[in-house]
């Protein structure tokens, strides 16, 4: 065999080699995106699961603006829908809009000193901040774990093993505008 097929061989057993080492990585990236959103999914759910004990313990205190309510659980009813679905955007809009109702239903809660005194009350809106705090780091580690992903299947040369072996971007975690917005306190107890 000739100095140059060695040669030859040799560049060909390091081209592969590299490729093996870059799809393993992005496999490698692929599942902790997979883990970061079943870390994400246990919390919505677990969530998901104490919010019609929160509404039920408002409910009863018969003045409580239904209103609110019914932001809070059309809002879990999408989210629930985006999580069964895996739909990564759709979820970020609904959970949007169930944090801003959330956030609406423990200000007007603030009107209601029996209802802020209720001992379930108290524990279910610790609970839900507490899952809320949760969510808010994972979500952080998962859009973590996603960008890392998309960055890596843009740079060459591992662009090249990402599109022939159908790696994609994927979207991030992002929430509404209206989760970013503060209660309106004074409109809230204007109506």
Known sequence: MSVSALVLLGVIAIALLYGIVVYNNLVRLKHNIAKA????DVMLKQRHDELP??????????????STLTRVIEARSRVSDARANHDVPALG??????????????????????????EHF?????????????????????NESTNVHNIRIEQFPD????????????????????????VDLKALFSA
């Open 37 to 40: 959103w079943a870390n994400i």
């Open 53 to 66: 004990k929160l509404v039920e313990v408002c409910r009863q205190y018969k003045q409580f603006e239904e």
């Open 93 to 118: 809009q609904a959970e949007g809009m169930l944090r801003f109702g959330l956030g609406q239903l423990f200000a007007v809660a603030e009107a209601y000193p029996e209802l802020k005194a209720n």
């Open 122 to 142: 108290m524990q279910l809106q610790t609970r839900i901040t507490a899952l809320e705090n949760g969510i808010a780091d994972r979500r952080e580690w998962f």
């Open 159 to 182: 662009l090249i093993i990402a599109r022939l072996t159908g790696f994609t971007e994927q979207p991030l975690l992002e929430f509404s505008t209206a989760e970013k917005a503060d």
